[in-house]
């Protein structure tokens, strides 16, 4: 009498059910990856951002002079890429101070807003 021949191997459901759980956990893998890039991108935005911020403000404390209240945009370049800053001199309630404000715009988006005040000298 014939014995029945045992095969072994993998069943086609088996193999397509493996194959969805590989291709879901990888889409996963790819969109951590791509999340983690944009995130690295808009870190190196914002620090370059605070640089031009900053060199603006203390370009104001460095004047030795009260600055003229309005509103002003300056280019920056940092690292290749151009920003553009907007700085806003307001008045406040003691006359003997500004506020000064300076927002970094990345094209059309802003990225970062600093403020301080400075005094007369």
Known sequence: MNQPSSQTGFTLVEVLVALAIVAIALMAGLQATSALTRNAARQTDVV?????AENELVKMRLSH??????????????????????????????????????QVFDEALPVLRLSTIVGRY
Do not use: K, W
Not at 48 to 52: G, N, P, S, T, Y
Not at 77 to 82: N, P, R, S
Not at 93 to 99: A, G, L, V
């Open 65 to 102: 002079q009260m600055p003229g209240i309005g509103e002003a945009r300056v280019a920056c370049e940092q690292a290749g890429h151009g920003y553009a800053v907007a700085v806003t001199v307001s008045p406040t309630p003691n006359p003997q101070f500004r506020r000064v404000d300076a």
């Open 48 to 52: 370059l951002a605070q640089i031009c």
